[in-house]
């Protein structure tokens, strides 16, 4: 997926103010607009929409774009790269809650309590849009589009926590592992990438913390699909060969998380 070179050229500082004409270029014209923004604006709302967005952040592989317990002040729209979101468990170890990607919004965590309950740390170099949250709110009024995407935006997350609680409640591993891969070529799809290859940007250990199994039983099991030839693996990329037989190791085919 590639984005305006001029949108590129004014990112290289990092943090930066956005000029009228490059937030045209982050919102207006972004490839990713349909996926992290409401569709259907007219030009004033698209202008209004623009407007919200006050400043880009890039953030470093294996940095956090937030932690837990810091102030809440905006969401973020992630641009380019990969994120995982992660609580600290009793024992003191990570554990993923969640994998976002580029299209996607990070922070709602943080609207309750005005204060973050998690840690948003980047799997790889990436850029995300910050949206300051007291401006949504004002801006929600105006264009009650936006508010009403909010909702879905949040309503998406609620069923994906059901479905990883249905993934780890009920599922075996080898179910819990075909789920997670055909959910991220699914999302991956969604923005223009191949339908059946992808490079895993997160680690076997993290896909286990998510998963809930132990590293040794993520590498088995992919061990595994790729001796029955169900997928291709090479390091971090894998080529899915056999979506069906995938599927068909489901208990609860479509299940979402």
Same mark, same amino acid.
């Given at each position: 997926?590639?984005?305006?070179?001029?949108?590129?050229?004014?990112?290289?500082?990092?943090?930066q103010?956005?000029?009228?004409?490059?937030?045209?270029?982050?919102c207006s014209?972004?490839?990713?607009?349909?996926?992290?923004m409401?569709?259907?604006?007219?030009?004033?709302?698209?202008k209004?929409?623009?407007?919200?967005?006050?400043?880009?952040?890039?953030?470093?592989?294996?940095?956090?774009?937030?932690?837990?317990?810091?102030?809440?002040?905006?969401?973020?729209?992630?641009?380019?790269g990969?994120?995982?979101?992660? #609580?600290?468990? &009793? /024992?003191?170890?990570?554990? $993923?809650?969640? %994998?976002?990607?580029? +299209? =996607?919004?990070?922070?709602?965590? @943080?609207?309750?309590?005005?204060?973050?309950?998690?840690?948003? #740390?980047?799997? &790889? /170099?990436?850029?995300?849009? $910050?949206?300051? %949250?007291?401006?949504? +709110? =004002?801006?929600?009024?105006?264009? @009650?589009?936006?508010?009403?995407?909010?909702?879905?935006?949040?309503?998406?997350e609620?069923?994906?926590?059901?479905?990883v609680?249905?993934?780890?409640?009920?599922?075996?591993?080898e179910?819990?592992?075909?789920?997670f891969?055909?959910?991220?070529v699914?999302?991956?799809?969604?923005?223009?990438?191949?339908?059946?290859?992808?490079?895993l940007?997160?680690?076997?250990?993290?896909?286990?913390?998510?998963?809930?199994?132990?590293?040794?039983?993520?590498?088995?099991t992919?061990s595994?699909?790729?001796?029955e030839g169900?997928?291709?693996?090479?390091?971090?990329?894998?080529?899915?060969?056999?979506?069906?037989?995938l599927?068909?190791?489901?208990?609860?085919?479509?299940?979402?998380?």
């Amino acid at each position: 997926m590639t984005h305006s070179i001029a949108a590129n050229a004014a990112n290289d500082s990092g943090r930066q103010p956005l000029t009228p004409a490059s937030m045209k270029v982050a919102c207006s014209n972004c490839n990713l607009r349909e996926l992290c923004m409401p569709v259907g604006l007219n030009e004033e709302e698209m202008k209004r929409i623009d407007s919200l967005i006050a400043t880009r952040r890039k953030v470093k592989r294996k940095t956090a774009l937030f932690r837990t317990g810091e102030k809440f002040h905006a969401l973020y729209a992630i641009r380019t790269g990969v994120f995982k979101t992660c #609580v600290t468990a &009793e /024992d003191g170890r990570d554990q $993923v809650t969640g %994998f976002q990607m580029a +299209g =996607e919004i990070v922070g709602l965590d @943080g609207i309750v309590h005005d204060q973050h309950t998690c840690d948003a #740390v980047a799997l &790889e /170099d990436a850029e995300v849009c $910050v949206l300051p %949250f007291d401006r949504i +709110g =004002e801006l929600s009024r105006e264009v @009650g589009a936006l508010q009403h995407h909010l909702h879905r935006v949040m309503s998406r997350e609620i069923v994906r926590e059901h479905g990883v609680m249905l993934l780890l409640g009920t599922m075996r591993a080898e179910e819990r592992l075909a789920a997670f891969l055909l959910n991220l070529v699914q999302r991956l799809q969604a923005r223009g990438f191949s339908r059946s290859e992808l490079v895993l940007r997160m680690t076997r250990q993290e896909i286990g913390s998510y998963l809930g199994l132990k590293l040794e039983t993520v590498s088995r099991t992919f061990s595994r699909f790729a001796e029955e030839g169900m997928i291709e693996v090479h390091q971090r990329q894998v080529r899915i060969l056999d979506v069906e037989r995938l599927r068909g190791l489901l208990a609860q085919p479509g299940s979402g998380f």
